[in-house]
């Protein structure tokens, strides 16, 4: 080969080399290596996503067929992005243990106060098991952070939700949803009103017109005319989107649900239903005893009952003998609480536990020496105005108020009935009853019946009023099963009993007469007698010491339960000491907020009538004349009224003979004023 050959062939070699390098050197840039395999995996995703769109196209012809080996794509992959900009600080509030959502494998199952069947359940979900492909949030956690990201604009950070925000989000995460697809079937269609009703104000809403607006919804708020006011219902927040108002959420033992934190507790002591069984099949707190037999993997349930907003919670029984175990209630010596079901109709329970023989004592003590006029004991009086003594209710009674053991146990009576806060206005003072030997007190309501409206205070608790809604009797004697005395109600029948082995009211008189048991001892054919015989023929609470017993005088909607009809049996032998408490729906007449039949109270007015003759007006001013009182605040008993220190305004107060006002600096009580008779009273510190 001559020289420029060989020169020639080492140029060409030379030029080859560099434009290899330049073209290592600039492909990244203009063609990627992995070109091909890229795009295949794109368009392979693009396929994905569009099968599970139902999007999928026809395949072109040449195209891969079933038979074909597939595509590999790498591992699907956990969501990255949050499903909500809170889901971190609610991953923080509700406890992702390790990861796990408290909602995963939890049911959500919805009743409506007071009933013990459900009316709607959480939307049938998908497996939520597999690695790699199970969501980060359940379905729960999810309609509950949309409902979030819709409350107040997104604007409300979760660690600063109060009960009432908690609410408004459960109840749009239940009802609303996104997409008009909520968490519950159908998004609660079977949870609406149980009462007729008629033009409800979220159907006129223009916001919502051509939307389904879920009967839920209507439910929670019962509109203009059927929602009473309470005392913080300016707190309510209402509904997302919808804006209408929410309703509160329960547990079976009525606690209610006040917090993300405390809904993802329960949610972690959800059980696994066990099915169907009979009552000698059920455990003590109501569920079927499996004896190991429940489906391993099995879906939990967290039953909510919901309260419509303005009314409160009432147990849902389902059968005689069942138990409610109520551990969040407090007592003397620790000892635990439950509720045993008595009566289905009416609503009658057992309390076991929930006052000892020293309460009992002391209550008994304080009603003895009480002195003022309108709290010592004496002849019992009815109605809703004044004092009138009815020839039918022969027994003797008094009130405490203020004492200390009667406030001990109205703040555990509220607890039972579901309240998570101490209201005094709801209650009125514990009444002590005395019954000596053939007194008595014929069938009533603890309703207060103001049919023709003549009164100032609305008591119409279907609708906008307040009335008694539950009662606790509390029996402080022991008496045997010949003595009498019992708690009657006459349109119930004993428990356990076969409706072929019901006695009549004529089998049972003729059975009284016979055994000799009202000889001399009560007037043939009187009213004491007739109650003696239903005494002994119908449901009927005998009393022992420290025996409490729970019934409710209205319905969930407010209507009165004429079921709960009761009286006080004679006594035949002995003598029965009771008290009993009285619980109302909304604050009682006389306490700011109570609710006002205005056209009453206009036409009593324009009569020169006065207000009422039994309240009384009191004022409490700070002299600043002692340096103690710098920082003095009033209470009435144990609940805060206002600043009375030094510079703070007098303050005004409507209140009624008895009344106990405290002056606390700091915990420490220094001043009490019980209020007396005078119509206008003036104190000072």
């Known amino acids: 080969m001559s ?6 062939v080492v140029k060409t070699g030379v030029i080859c080399i560099v434009a290899y390098l330049v073209g290592v050197a600039l492909s990244p840039h203009i063609l990627p290596i992995d070109f091909l395999s890229s795009k295949l995996q794109h368009l392979a995703k693009s396929h994905v996503n569009a099968s599970e769109n139902g999007n999928v196209a026809s395949a072109p012809a040449g195209s891969p067929t079933p038979n074909s080996p597939p595509v590999k794509l790498p591992k699907k992959q956990p969501r990255e992005e949050p499903a909500s900009p809170y889901e971190p ?45 199970a969501p980060s949030l ?44 909520s968490l519950l079937q159908g998004q609660g269609y079977s949870c609406g009103p149980t009462w007729e009703e008629k033009d409800h104000y979220v159907d006129r809403a223009p916001h919502l017109k051509g939307k389904t607006i879920s009967p839920m919804l209507k439910f929670c708020d019962m509109g203009v005319d059927r929602t009473t006011i309470q005392l913080d219902h300016g707190e309510n927040v209402r509904v997302p989107e919808i804006q209408s108002l929410p309703c509160h959420f329960h547990t079976r033992e009525g606690v209610r649900v006040t917090s993300l934190e405390q809904l993802a507790q329960i949610a972690r002591e959800a059980t696994v239903p066990a099915g169907e069984c009979t009552e000698e099949e059920r455990n003590n707190d109501g569920t079927c005893r499996t004896d190991g037999d429940a489906a391993v993997g099995g879906r939990r349930e ?17 059968y005689v003998g069942e138990i ?113 030997k053939t007194t008595a007190y014929i069938p009533h309501l603890d309703w207060i019946d103001d049919y023709k409206k003549q009164q100032e205070h609305d008591f119409d608790s279907e609708h906008l009023g307040s009335n008694r809604f539950a009662t606790i009797l509390l029996y402080m004697s022991d008496l045997n099963e010949s003595d009498g005395g019992e708690t009657v109600f006459p349109h119930g029948w004993p428990p356990h009993q076969a409706e072929e082995d019901r006695v009549q009211f004529k089998d049972a008189k003729a059975a009284l007469l016979k ?5 001399n001892v009560l007037v043939r054919d009187s009213w004491e007698e007739k109650m003696v015989v239903k005494c002994r023929s119908r449901l009927a609470i005998r009393p022992h010491s420290s025996r409490a017993v729970l019934f409710y005088s209205q319905n969930p909607d407010g209507t009165p339960d004429k079921d709960s009809l009761h009286g006080g049996c004679p006594v035949i032998h002995g003598e029965k000491w009771a008290a009993n408490l009285w619980v109302w729906n909304a604050p009682r007449g006389g306490f700011p907020g109570s609710p006002t039949n205005m056209e009453v109270v206009k036409r009593n007015r324009a009569s020169g009538k006065a207000p009422d003759d039994n309240q009384k007006k ?5 002299t600043q004349t002692d340096s103690r009182m710098m920082n003095a605040q009033l209470y009435f008993q144990d609940t805060f009224w ?34 007396d008779k005078k119509p206008k009273q003036v104190y000072t510190i």
């Open 138 to 181: 359940s379905p729960a956690s999810l309609a509950i952070l949309r409902a979030a990201d819709k409350l107040k604009a997104g604007q409300k950070p979760l660690d600063q939700y109060t009960k009432y925000d908690v609410d408004s989000v459960l109840t749009h995460a239940l009802a609303v949803g996104r997409d008009e697809k």
């Open 89 to 133: 600080s609610y991953k923080s509030i509700v406890g992702f243990d390790e990861g796990n959502d408290p909602f995963r494998g939890v049911d959500i199952v919805l009743h409506r106060n007071g009933e013990p069947d459900s009316c709607s359940r959480q939307e049938e979900v998908v497996s939520e098991e597999g690695e790699g492909d």
């Open 324 to 436: 409610f175990e109520l551990p969040h209630v407090k007592v003397p010596r620790d000892l635990p609480v439950w509720l045993e079901v008595i009566s289905l109709q009416p609503r009658v329970f057992d309390v076991f536990n929930f006052f000892d023989r020293d309460e009992s004592a002391a209550i008994v003590d304080k009603a003895l020496k009480e002195t003022s006029e309108t709290h010592r004991m004496k002849r019992s009086s009815t109605g809703a105005s004044g004092y009138n003594v009815n020839s039918q209710r022969t027994s003797e009674n008094g009130f405490d108020t203020h004492g200390k053991v009667a406030q001990a146990v109205k703040r555990r009576c509220m607890n039972i009935l579901g309240f998570d806060a101490y209201e005094e206005s709801l209650t009125d003072g514990l009444q002590v009853l005395r019954y000596n």
């Open 302 to 318: 967290l039953h909510l009952y919901a309260v419509q907003v303005g009314r409160v919670f009432i147990f849902a029984p389902q």
């Open 642 to 675: 206002g600043k009375l220190g030094f510079g703070d305004p007098v303050l005004n107060v409507n209140t009624y003979e008895g009344h106990q006002w405290n002056v606390k600096v700091g915990e420490k009580t220094v001043k009490t004023f019980v209020i």
């Open 515 to 519: 055994s000799g048991d009202v000889e």
């Open 618 to 622: 009191a004022s409490f001013t700070n």
């Open 3 to 8: 020289p420029s050959k060989g020169l020639g």
